[in-house]
């Protein structure tokens, strides 16, 4: 593997060079050797030239420090300053601030890369939906890395061989399988990736990084920061939607965070996390995430402070461009689109990495045994009649539709600009059995949008059928589940000390660690020298006070004469000379200093007189 090295000019070349490996989305890796003032931005800088990336505002550089504690890496910072763990350094690379439209990214090869992400968020669980849009997701993950359906090359089980949700039962792959089969025949990967981000930013969790955290009620819930504002999860259910306008202020103290939000009337959000650390990363998090989608330009991001009267916080500002930005840049990219060297299922390690790990997330419904077969094939028929299931096809056949990676951008963009006249298409269609009872659907559907409405402004919306439970390894604090997975994070502190104690050899530790507490105390009161009483201390407390006063008066005693002969002097210093010609200068020079100056010279002559005629 090729190793780069970057040199700041300022430092000269004999320092020692540190290893650094980053960590791609597609699970291989880059190499490179740093120095020690190397700053963040050249790691990320040297990652997006590797992929001959330009919208590289949407990505960051992700690390874990010794406590298990994640933390993006600060650009204007040393990476040596912020890293803990011992060299080499690993670290990843991921998507930072998800687009709030993914049809406006300008290149295929942003498009791919977050097609890369969304497909690791589904595969970890941090990206719930419903089962219809599971099945459609996994669908186009598979028409984009095995292209149509071949009945010689994919035998009738081909999708059980491949990791795409953490649970992957067999009535979800017989769904993928008929939607790969033919729902989305014909498509390129490129369209098949593209009809993926339109589905993905749909969803309630999209670009979610779930932060595992208590609420007043000691009840688990994750908080995330998208591109609408921030969400609170508990359970299956979204019940906190606060947008970006209508948040105030976010601040931490210790181990609480707190959410301040106007809406109808003020609104404080309180909850609790496991260490302060993760309570500090989940802050920052919400600031950069608030100052990316809320501003209009970079120059109206502010200094963000979680200082208060009782708490020492610390001061933090977004330096990168906002989303408008980076919209606005993305527009003006005048250059031939890149290739995409996409990685088949075969070639990536993002499936097969991860498969020895326990992951908690069912896609599942919950439902009885015997009526699983019928609900699958009744769940598929929906699936098909569902409107935003059609998926955004080209104009082309379907010969056509599978390009070389010259032409592949080239499809990209014919793909992009008749999606949604394909779109519409799709949805005006009509069955021949639907006339019948239209006008009692659309009463029907008129109901569930306004029920709908009503809960999305109560703010709490059934997300899925299943909790949403990310995998416990993935979370931005991780616990393996041996160990209880993430209510290992908030277990009571009674409840460990009683653990502790009920072990025979943790007792002996402790009875040993007070025996040598005990001696340590007597030696070091026994080389102490005896303590003062009260009057003493009074009495030295004195002593200290009268000792300054003295100072303070002996300085101004110096002080006001050196300052007097420096005025009447005839110094002309600028500042002496602005003092003379002030009012308040002029009458004390009329009034004390020159009657005081006539005195004194009376009393030296008449004392000369004396000492001339004795």
Not at 4 to 26: A, G, H, K, M, W
Request: glycine fraction near 6%; aromatic fraction near 8%; proline fraction near 6%.
């Amino acid at each position: 593997m090729k190793m780069l090295r970057f040199r700041s000019p300022s430092i000269p070349s004999l320092n020692q060079e540190i290893q650094c490996t980053v960590r791609l989305l597609d699970d291989s890796e880059v190499s490179c050797n740093i120095q020690r003032e190397t700053k963040g931005q050249f790691l990320l800088d040297h990652v997006c030239n590797h992929y001959n990336l330009m919208e590289r505002d949407y990505f960051g550089i992700r690390y874990v420090d010794p406590e298990k504690q994640r933390h993006w890496l600060d650009p204007g910072k040393p990476v040596v300053k912020q890293m803990k763990s011992l060299q080499p350094y690993t670290m990843c690379f991921r998507v930072k601030f998800y687009p709030q439209e993914p049809i406006k990214i300008k290149e295929e090869l942003t498009r791919y890369l977050l097609y890369l992400q969304i497909k690791r968020d589904i595969y970890h669980g941090r990206l719930l939906c419903p089962f219809a849009d599971a099945a459609y997701l996994g669908a186009c993950i598979v028409q984009a890395e095995l292209g149509d359906h071949d009945p010689d090359e994919h035998p009738d089980d081909y999708i059980a061989d491949f990791k795409l949700f953490p649970k992957q039962t067999l009535k979800l792959e017989r769904k993928i399988m008929e939607l790969h089969r033919v729902e989305l025949r014909g498509l390129s990967a490129t369209m098949a990736e593209l009809n993926l981000l339109q589905r993905a930013y749909m969803l309630d969790t999209y670009g979610v990084d779930p932060h595992p955290c208590k609420d007043f009620t000691g009840t688990t819930a994750f908080l995330g920061f998208t591109a609408r504002g921030f969400v609170v999860f508990q359970g299956n259910k979204r019940i906190h939607l606060l947008k970006w306008a209508d948040v105030n202020k976010l601040k931490f103290e210790g181990k609480t965070f707190y959410v301040i939000g106007l809406q109808r009337e003020k609104l404080v959000l309180t909850f609790h996390t496991s260490t302060p650390a993760a309570c500090k990363h989940l802050w920052k998090c919400g600031v950069e995430n608030q100052a990316f989608y809320k501003c209009a330009k970079s120059s109206q991001i502010k200094t963000v402070s979680s200082s208060t009267i009782f708490f020492k916080g610390c001061r933090f500002r977004y330096s990168g461009r906002v989303a408008k930005e980076v919209i606005e840049a993305s527009s003006k990219i005048q250059r031939e689109p890149p290739p995409v060297r996409r990685a088949g299922f075969c070639q990536s390690k993002s499936f097969s990495s991860l498969s020895h790990k326990q992951l908690i997330m069912n896609m599942e419904p919950l439902m009885p045994a015997e009526n699983r077969d019928t609900a699958a094939d009744n769940g598929l028929l929906a699936l098909k009649d569902s409107v935003h299931l059609s998926p955004l096809k080209p104009s082309i056949t379907a010969a056509e539709a599978v390009p070389d990676d010259s032409t592949g951008s080239a499809h990209a963009e014919a793909g992009s600009a008749e999606a949604g006249v394909a779109a519409e298409g799709s949805g005006s269609r009509e069955r021949p059995g639907e006339k019948e009872g239209g006008a009692s659907r659309d009463v029907e559907k008129g109901k569930e949008e306004e029920e709908e409405e009503e809960e999305e402004d109560s703010g709490a919306l059934t997300i899925s059928d299943m909790v949403y439970s990310p995998c416990a390894s993935m979370l931005p604090t991780p616990v393996d589940d041996g160990e209880g997975g993430v209510a290992a994070l908030f277990q009571s502190p009674a409840r460990m000390l009683r653990e502790l104690h009920a072990d025979p050899e943790v007792q002996r530790e402790l009875r040993a660690e007070r025996e040598r507490e005990v001696a340590m105390e007597t030696a070091r009161l026994a080389t102490c020298p005896p303590q003062r009483s009260s009057w003493q201390q009074l009495r030295a407390c004195a002593r200290g006070a009268a000792r300054l006063v003295a100072v303070a008066g002996g300085l101004l005693l110096l002080l006001l004469p050196m300052m007097l002969l420096l005025l009447e002097s005839q110094l002309d210093v600028a500042f002496l000379h602005d003092i003379r010609q002030t009012p308040e200068f002029q009458q004390f020079h009329y009034d004390y200093y020159c009657p005081m100056r006539r005195w004194l010279l009376c009393e030296l002559d008449m004392l000369l007189e004396a000492i001339v005629g004795d």
